[in-house]
């Protein structure tokens, strides 16, 4: 069979599959999950073997040591993966749940209950573990999944796989549950964005370049975001110890993420003795600071930022940092060159907090709090598939919820329209 | 300038409009509701005037008397127009609702407030009161909007934008919150559907035709339903009376639309009474049936429906009916042939009911009661601006609400993650 025909039958059965999953129990699934986490860690020894494949390769094809780091799955990693499986067992299941009910006047009742979305495409790169995280999630939740890992991580993402599968043949659940997609070709990839006969949803999850070349080719709706250019704003008047804890917090306690402070806005009024103290911190961490001109007039070592350092997403220890007016101008400023990610206000003024939540469109606005906190776990989601910056059917991040949709179920006694 | 670049500069307009709007108190949106009605009705000659052009084109292009039924405007049709539009007014705001709220254990207090989608653009074929009553609810929801309606009345729909337009300026709202597109040109909608930097989502309200070509074209995310094949399951034990009435309303009562009733599934144990009672009140209202083989042999003089009538949405007075096993059998033969739009069982069996409203994963259930109450004013959502049957952000039919997304806003004093 050929590679097109390979998988449109995976996806064919995903679909199959997914309607034996809308109807399972949240036992029937949180004792599969339970199970799962028991025969990874049973099976560490295949799959440390299965992942020595994975990691001789990338050390023959010059992978960086960290992308390397990334692959590695040993006791350690594979217990936090096991783990990982029984938290989400222990999640509330939303498929079922109503979320509200009315009557009407006819007499009429009215509800709306969550069901699962259906099949599931996750696309990403190297992390193995992805593959039974989203496993898991995309379980949890009712819906049928298709993972296609990165080819880096094959051998590991096909082993992990198989011993999810086994779990949900014992179960008696359709094993097309879950299903990695076993061919590393391009092709299959671009095969899989047409079927939107059989898949509902792509959730793609990496670098921006992977994520634009997914929402180019996709036929199927793609939830994403493509970068975070997170903004803290510090206001006149903002406690200077809370605002410079915050800020080495967004941008130093892990700068490779998306949710890092990016650019630093700070009120004029307050320019002159915060930007010294701040950037005393900052410099002390390794950030480099690129500066405004009335920055510069005030940090006079550093570099001149330029029109596109508005725009950028660092992901390293390096921060844009502009004086501003006034809250109109940070606002202004980040509705221009953000990203509609996260941005947080440090201040105390009781108004300016209210006008900032209230103006400012990202997916997450934060008062007196960094940006770090944009996460599933860290808000109280549960667990995090992903997060969106595109407004349709979720914003900012993403937990067992948003795999699900709902539909309307109505109780009635006979009754017509007129 | 080009169609290309004047609608490039109409959704760049919109995009600038919609961050104003977002930010506009419910009253001054009311209050230009209001304002937009009176002004129409004060205009009725001026839209007769215009309405008239188009009438006059569509007579002499031989039109159907339908399509130019549904072209007119004259005092009552402007009329219904205006008291649509202050009904919207008189809905409840979705924008700046937080629909939940919570405290992480760090102190976070942790909400999802809802924002507009920012700018959307509907595509509709020859009805000019669209133009109004989209206009309106996107208004009410925060949205800009870009209407794109039939070329037939592009005079009506130009002239009906002026006058909302014409209030916005009073208002001093930006005048590009509600844009008709002047152009009738195909690549004029093409192109609309290519500007995913300004434009959110689009909703196409027309024919299964339409919509597919706005699907293959679209680089935007496109809310929709292809079709409406729904179906009403007649248990055994049913009520005999109030299933053929509700099996008559959901077929007779306006066929032509898609929560008609278009199968009509019988359970075998019933079929032999059920279907020559019901056969007789539909025929008597001029419905043509179409059966399997079972319903045949008890209806012997009807026409044989083939594999594709399952599969069929007649919007007209054509129904076809099969004989099945049980509760099963009608649900798999809904899983087939369905379109995920509406369904409906007629019983006096609790435990099917329940199974019925689990198990039917369409977008809008009923347990006795017509599908014709798959509508957004029935349902009570106070407005619709279409229905949806794809399962991403709504499912079924919207209101103002889905029209919204939430943004997560949160109240810290200091936290930082660790």
Known sequence: MNIKARVAEIAKN???????????????????????AEALTRQTGLLMRENAKDLEKATQMGLSAAM????VLNESTIEG??????????????????????????????????IPLGVIGIIYESRPNVTADAAALCLKSGNAVILRGGSEAINSNIAIAKILQSVLTKRAIPEEAIQVIPMTEREAVREMLQLEEYIDVIIPRGGEDLIRAVVNESKI???????????????????????????MNAKTQRPGVCNAMETLLVH?????????LAASHLKGAGVVLRGCDRTRRILKDIEQAKEEDWYQEYLDLVLSVRVVDDLDAAVAHIEKYGSLHTESIVTNNYQNAQRFLNEVNSSTVLVNASTRFSDGFELGLGAEIGISTTKLHAFGPMGLEELTTTKFIIYGNGQVRT
């Not at 390397?68 to 692959?71: A, Q, T």
């Not at 004029?268 to 010294?276: M, R, V, Y």
Request: net charge positive.
């Open 268 to 276: 004029q009024d307050i320019a002159g003795k915060f930007l010294p």
């Open 221 to 247: 709706p793609v939830i994403k975001h493509y970068k975070g250019v997170c903004h803290i704003f510090v206001d006149v008047g903002a406690d200077f110890d809370m605002a410079v804890n915050i800020c």
């Open 14 to 36: 995903a679909k199959k599959a997914a309607t034996a999953l809308a109807r399972l129990s949240s036992d029937a699934k949180d004792r599969a999950l339970l199970d799962m």
């Open 68 to 71: 390397i780091d990334r692959l």
């Open 81 to 114: 993966i096991a783990k990982g499986l029984k938290e989400v067992a222990g999640l509330p299941d939303p498929v079922g749940k109503v979320t509200s009910m009315w009557r009407r006047p006819n007499g009429l009742l009215v509800g709306r209950m969550r």
